[in-house]
Nanobody, 123 residues
Framework: QVQLVESGGGLVQAGGSLRLSCAAS????????MGWFRQAPGKEREFVAA????????HYADAVKDRLTISRDNANNTGYLQMNSLKPADKAVYYC????????????????WGQGTQVTVSS
């Protein structure tokens, strides 16, 4: 059973940057693929980025491509989401998730979830 805890959210001006962290414990995080999702008020949770457990392959939603970067440090059981050039549309609660499946964008294939961290972008 993997437990995930996100941190690093906050308030930032448009064009600014944030780095989200996802600390894993209680399981073999290194053998799980990792994903980040977000949920804005009144909207469904949506895929943001995913990273293969080996760290060799990534996939991004079109809305964040070239601005957000997903990475992981398996030695320290930590995942990251570097967020640059943030826009007001990026405002949401961001969730870290782990999947026993290979690289996937499908919410239903993620087995473990964190509690989320709020990201607010002011215009």
């Amino acid at each position: 059973q993997v437990q995930l805890v996100e941190s690093g959210g906050g308030l930032v001006q448009a064009g600014g940057s944030l780095r989200l962290s996802c600390a894993a414990s209680g399981g073999t995080f290194s053998s799980n693929s990792m994903g980040w999702f977000r949920q804005a008020p009144g909207k469904e949770r949506e895929f943001v980025a995913a990273l293969h457990w080996r760290g060799s392959s990534t996939h991004y939603a079109d809305a964040v491509k070239d601005r957000l970067t997903i990475s992981r440090d398996n030695a320290n059981n930590t995942g990251y989401l570097q967020m640059n050039s943030l826009k007001p549309a990026d405002k949401a609660v961001y969730y870290c998730a782990a999947s026993t499946h290979l690289l996937t964008t499908m919410i239903g294939l993620y087995n473990y979830w964190g509690q989320g961290t709020q990201v607010t972008v002011s215009s």
